[in-house]
């Protein structure tokens, strides 16, 4: 007797319609292993739980908004020897995040600073964070928008409150009031209360 039919409308009463997938396979698997009932029970729960994080993980990431998938292992560190990789790898921990820290990543452009800002940002993905990354161009954007629709404040508090916003191009283009102003709240905002990275082309002394 095939119960798959019968168990398919129960197990998406329950909301575990993805145990459709993984359960012929583990159904042969504990045939030819005699895998007791507690184990072929215990493997179809790990599977859910494993469906279900790639599934939260996806969605943070397309929250996210990254401009492209970046990661630590695709970085030339022998390209840009001025990059201290070792602090790269110390912020790739995630302990600046629950700490939390402000990141700066400066440097002339083709330097590597957004792809870095990314494979961070994924990171922090993956260590279950919340993370937006956003062009200064994008945030003025969605802060203008808001106001003009009057959602200011709404926007505002959830960029304020996001575990890791990530600013890409800051000063690429000349702040404008309020413009200005509304940067600055948001970073002070932030300041020791949300992790915050900041690429720029600016030197330091700008």
Known sequence: MNPMPELAPMLKQLRLSG???ALPARNRQAIEEHLSYTDFLALLIQDEIA????????????????????????????FNPGINRALIQELATGQFITEPAS???AGPSGTGKSHLAQALGQIAACQGQDVRFMTQTQLLGAL???????????????LSRVALLII??????????????????LISERY????????????FSE
């Open 51 to 78: 469906r279900r994080e790639q599934k939260r993980l996806s969605q943070r990431v397309r929250r996210a908004n990254f401009r492209s998938h970046k990661t630590l292992e695709q970085f030339d560190f022998a």
């Open 168 to 185: 890409d191009d800051f000063g690429l283009k000349p702040l404008r009031s309020p413009q200005d102003e509304d940067v600055h709240d």
């Open 144 to 158: 203008n928008e808001a106001r003009a629709t009057g959602t200011f404040q709404r926007r505002f508090q959830a």
């Open 192 to 203: 020791e209360q949300r992790a915050t990275i900041v690429t720029s082309n600016l030197d």
């Open 103 to 105: 990141v700066l990543i």
């Open 19 to 21: 145990l459709l997938e």
